[in-house]
């Protein structure tokens, strides 16, 4: 959920709405806030799953340390989603092991 | 190959003040950081910090941060973002540094490492499921990115990060569970944990995370308490309806380039280097400022940068030695004023009973987060008398004075020293201007008037939350623990640009409620 009014910060500064996609499914952000907080604003907590036992796996740290959140953005996979800033027409996908579904290994 | 007089590594609080302190000396500065955003966590502190004005207490972090940014610039400071400093090379005094795609060298006479640190991780069942996050991540999502982590949250540790982000939330429109800690007390401020508690949040001391619950994603949490070896106790758990748990357990130095150099390192939550008081290290021209050398606020770290920039200048002739004895001087006693009083590092793990002044410490406090009607009247800031008038509920000796001078008339005492608790002046008249309770980083200080005739009384309070109350709206006031005690009134609401934000509340209550009403909550409309 976005915050719509806030005591202390007037305006939180963001760029222009953009299209991206997550998982097939057309979504909207805004422009170069953190791909993490974009979809944890659309309520999105699952960002991969891990190799071994298949656990989800979400935002921790949310400062590019613990690589928790990583994603397969435009194909490529292990991208830090807290770190990456969003852009109009991203594929974004859920990280399945070591790449997106179907890729599993 | 660049090089600078003066590499900076990391541009938070410490490295950007390294880096002003180093380019007003007319060295050349390269300020490095991963990030794509300079600041550290500066801009995420939306609070106002504590100290005294030469700390610049009162401004929120985020202002600081500006501020900082804005002078840096103005110097010529080089910063360089998205620039992770991967090695340090000594005696070659190098860097190398990769941007994701090359990697660039640079060298510097002096090398200032000011890389911070991060937060603590506790496993617990669970513990890796979304929805567990660390509560300076929330923070950032929060405060930098306008986004709330959660909408039913428990925060784990009550220490200052625990006890900031967790009003923080409630400011984004969060609903905070409870405060929980192993710990048998509060570990953070007394009045940041006041001002949660009027709020209605449950402190939960001796009490621990056993198990976050879910598959998917949290879906609530099973607290316990713990036995004095911080072991659950069979038979206390309870389940809380929560969708997302903080870890708010502390920081370990980020001090891993330091190790790569070989200078001397020693155990301090966490590996740090061994510094001097000038903050160098066991390697000469290799300095640590800020938390990478041992975790404190960031109020003190950018007086370490300082510091450290200061000392680096007059090594290579840049200042006289007479001006930088007199510079490091007023930095140092400006740090140390900073590192006294009850949280002060002699007095960790220590349990306190009485303040400086003699007074018993409140036990209520440090176990509940408000305190007790019983104990309020021994403090010197918490008087009662005839007319409007300030009551200062600030009971432990922590470095701050702005509510001195908020005050222009004289109503409010600390002293030199700006541990002391501050003293409300009876002989002075108070003008109901409002500024101390604006002032106050802790919103500790309240304006009474006792007896407004009607049996009634008036108290003014700080309120930092939206949507603000109308004039002539009713609803209820709230004792120090957020109990609804009587129905109260909005007798006026001020948000006069000199507060910063932090909007002045008048509120009427029955005159027996004038020492116990100590916030305000409308009628709820669902």
Not at chain 2, 432 to 453: H, K, R, S, T
Request: charge should be negative; include cysteine.
């Amino acid at each position: 959920m976005r915050i719509e009014s806030h005591p202390i910060i007037d305006d939180f500064k963001k760029g222009k709405k953009v299209a991206f996609t997550y998982n097939g499914k057309e979504l909207e952000g805004y422009e170069d806030e953190p791909i993490a907080a974009t979809l944890k604003a659309a309520g999105i907590e699952i960002h991969r799953y891990t190799r071994k036992n298949h656990e989800p796996r979400g935002i921790y740290c949310a400062i590019g340390r613990c690589t928790d959140c990583v994603m397969v953005v435009d194909g490529v996979p292990n991208i830090r989603t807290c770190m990456t800033p969003l852009k109009g027409g991203m594929v974004i996908e859920t990280q399945y092991g070591l790449g997106a579904k179907g890729a599993e290994s | 190959m660049k090089r600078y007089h003066v590499i900076v590594i990391g541009a938070g609080p410490a490295g950007l003040s390294a880096a002003i302190e180093a380019a007003s000396h007319g060295m050349t500065v390269g300020l490095f950081d991963e990030n794509a955003r300079p600041g550290g966590q500066l801009f995420k502190q939306i609070h106002k910090f504590f100290g005294s004005k030469e700390h610049k207490a009162k401004i929120r972090g985020f202002r600081i941060g500006e501020e900082l940014l804005a002078e840096a610039e103005k110097l010529g400071v080089e910063v360089h973002l998205n620039s992770t400093v991967m090695g340090i090379y000594f005696p070659m005094n190098k860097i190398t540094v990769s941007n994701g795609e090359s990697t660039t060298s640079y060298s510097g006479n002096n090398i200032i490492l000011a890389a911070g640190a991060s937060e603590n991780a506790i496993p617990f069942d669970g513990w890796t499921l979304p929805g567990v996050m660390g509560a300076g991540a929330a923070q950032t999502l929060m405060n930098l990115h306008g986004v709330q982590p959660g909408k039913r949250i428990l925060m784990v540790g009550s220490g200052n990060v625990g006890l900031v982000v967790g009003f923080q939330l409630i400011q984004s429109g969060c609903q905070l569970e409870a405060i929980i800690d192993a710990a048998p007390k509060i570990g953070g401020y007394g009045v940041h944990a006041a001002k949660v508690a009027r709020t209605g949040v449950p402190f939960l001391l001796s009490h621990t995370i056993v198990r976050a619950e879910g598959t998917e994603s949290v879906t609530g949490a099973v607290i316990a308490q713990v036995d004095e070896y911080f072991q659950p106790i069979p038979g206390t758990e309870r389940h809380l309806d929560v969708d997302t748990i903080l870890i708010a357990t502390g920081l370990t130095p980020m001090s891993k380039l330091a190790e790569m150099t070989g200078c001397d390192m020693k155990e301090m939550g966490g590996k740090v280097p061994v510094v001097d008081q000038y903050g160098m290290t066991s390697i000469e021209g290799l300095y640590a400022a800020g938390d990478v050398s041992g975790i404190e606020e960031a109020s003190s770290a950018m007086i370490g940068g300082r510091i450290a920039a200061l000392a680096a200048a007059a090594k290579d002739g840049y200042i006289e030695q007479n001006e930088f004895e007199k510079s490091y001087s007023d930095y140092q006693s400006s740090l140390e004023k900073l590192r006294k009083g009850m949280f002060a590092k002699e007095n960790r793990g220590k349990t306190l009973a009485v303040t400086d002044e003699g007074l018993p410490i409140s036990t209520n406090l440090l176990k509940h987060g408000f305190l007790d009607e019983e104990e309020i009247t021994s403090y010197p800031g918490m008087t009662s008398r005839q007319g409007i008038h300030p009551v200062i509920e600030c009971t432990q000796n922590i470095p701050c004075n702005p509510c001195q001078d908020a005050c222009k008339f004289g109503c409010i005492q600390v002293g030199a020293d700006i541990t002391r608790l501050p003293i409300a002046d009876v002989k002075s008249e108070c003008k109901n201007c409002g500024m101390c309770v604006a002032a106050c980083p802790g919103q500790a200080i309240f304006l009474v008037e006792e007896d407004c005739g009607d049996h009634m009384a008036a108290v003014t309070l700080p309120y930092e939350f939206r949507p603000l109350p109308e004039v002539g709206e009713k609803g209820y006031g709230l004792s120090r623990r957020g109990e609804e005690i009587c129905p109260a009134t909005v007798l006026n609401v001020r948000l006069n640009p000199v507060f910063d934000h932090t909007a002045i509340l008048t509120i009427q209550v029955p005159k027996e409620m004038a020492m116990r009403a100590r916030f305000y909550r409308g009628s709820r409309k669902d």
